[in-house]
Structures are given as C-alpha cells and as structure tokens.
C-alpha cells in the first residue's frame, strides 16, 4: 500500500524526504585558521547560493587558534545543490569538515 507524505503519493517501502525544499540550511564549516579561509568558504558558498549574503557569515577559532569554524545559512533548492556544495568545500583540501 502506498503512503500519502504532502499530497505525494510515495511508492511502496519509499520513505518521505527528510528535508523538503526550499529551505533554510545552516552549515558549519571547519578547517585550519588560516587568514583567507573564510573568504574561500564565502566564495564557494556564493557559486551555488545565489541570494545567499555574505554579511551573515560568522566566524570562531578553536580555543588553541589551530582551527576556524565558519557559520553560513542558506535557502538550500535542493539536494543536488547541497551535493555540489559540499563537494567544492571538500575539494580545497582546506576543510577538515562540514556539519
């Protein structure tokens, strides 16, 4: 038997999406501290985000100053987006990683 999830009718055994989209997405983004690291965090998120305002971005050292953490908050579109995302951050081989 079918389950009705927001007016969808999903097949058989298919779980509802745990996300529906568009959304607010907060991401946390970790690598070392270094002077341009959140510049090259808020210039990839600006690639897939396209009203995404760079302003809202925090940022914190870890207690010893090693590592950064930064803080954005998108409209995330969709899946594909957030993949692509995370896949530009992983590929700077700056950030250690994205909660």
């Known amino acids: 038997m079918s389950e009705i999830n927001s007016n969808k009718i999903l097949p058989d ?6 996300i529906e989209f568009p959304c607010d997405y907060p991401i946390k983004i970790i690598g070392d501290a270094d002077p341009d ?13 396209a009203d995404f305002d760079p302003a809202t971005v925090s940022s914190r050292d870890s207690s010893k100053g090693k ?4 803080a954005v908050n998108i409209i995330a579109t969709g899946e594909s987006q957030l993949e692509k995302l995370y896949a530009d951050l992983k590929a700077t081989g700056r950030v250690k990683m994205v909660i």
């Open 67 to 70: 590592f950064r953490s930064v």
């Open 37 to 49: 690291f959140v510049e090259l965090v808020v210039g990839i998120v600006c690639r897939h985000t």
């Open 13 to 18: 055994g298919e779980e509802p999406p745990k």
